[in-house]
Every structure is written in C-alpha cells, then in structure tokens.
C-alpha cells in the first residue's frame, strides 16, 4: 500500500549527529502515523520515537529522549529522525514505519503495517 524509502545513515563519531528521513510514497493512508524502530546485533527491534498523523504528539523511548527529535513534513509525505549526542550503543539499523490512524499502542512493531528497508547507522567510540 505505501512504499518508504530511507536516507541519511551512515558513520558518525561519538557526540556527534545524523538526520534519517523516510519518504512515503504510493497510496497514502487516511491519517499516516509514522514511527522509528531500531535493531542491534543480537538484540530484539525496539521503539525509538513516533509521531501522531497531524505532527501534534510526539513520543520517544527513554533511552533517546532529549536527544533525539521526529518531525514530518506532510506536504511531502516525509518523516525525519534528527539524532543528536550520538552514542557507541546506539549503533543499530534503523527502520521507518507506518500505519493509518487507530489507538493500538505507538511503540509495538507489530501495530505498524509498512515498514522500509532500514539504514545502518554506526556511532564510532
């Protein structure tokens, strides 16, 4: 139904910083909400940040809160990931998903119905 294709990953050093941005494109849902999802070797995927259909509401894991901020610009069907203070242990690959509006649980990636290819960010120590 909807394509995302993802940008701006890459190497960084510790402290450092990176924008991810996700472009959708296809048949468009209704009120798309949009989500950030991460994966490190080993690990299981887990929440990063996600944000409501009219960019109002934001929500962030604990983990990168402060320092790290979703934005979307709906005129272009894009969703940002601009990541700040950059730390060795947030090396993973970094998935953008989406989903039409409804009141399932913002941080569960099974409640999302597209998902793109991911992009890997890897922070040197």
């Known amino acids: 139904q909807v394509q995302l294709i993802e940008s701006g990953g890459g190497l960084v050093q510790a402290g450092g910083s990176l924008r991810l941005s996700c472009a959708a494109s296809?048949?468009?849902?209704?009120?798309?909400?949009f989500g950030w999802f991460r994966q490190a070797p080993g690990k299981d995927r887990e929440f990063v940040a996600s944000i409501s259909w009219s960019g109002i509401n934001t929500y962030y894991a604990d983990s990168v809160k402060g320092r790290f901020t979703i934005s979307r610009d709906n005129a272009k069907n894009t969703v940002y990931l601009q990541m700040n203070s950059l730390k060795f242990e947030n090396t993973a690959v970094y998935y953008c998903?989406?989903?039409?509006?409804?009141?399932?649980?913002?941080?569960?990636?099974?409640?999302?119905?597209?998902w793109g290819q991911g992009t890997q960010v890897t922070v040197s120590s």
């Open positions: 296809g048949r468009p849902f209704s009120r798309t909400v």
């Open positions: 998903a989406a989903r039409g509006y409804s009141s399932a649980a913002y941080y569960k990636p099974r409640e999302y119905n597209c």
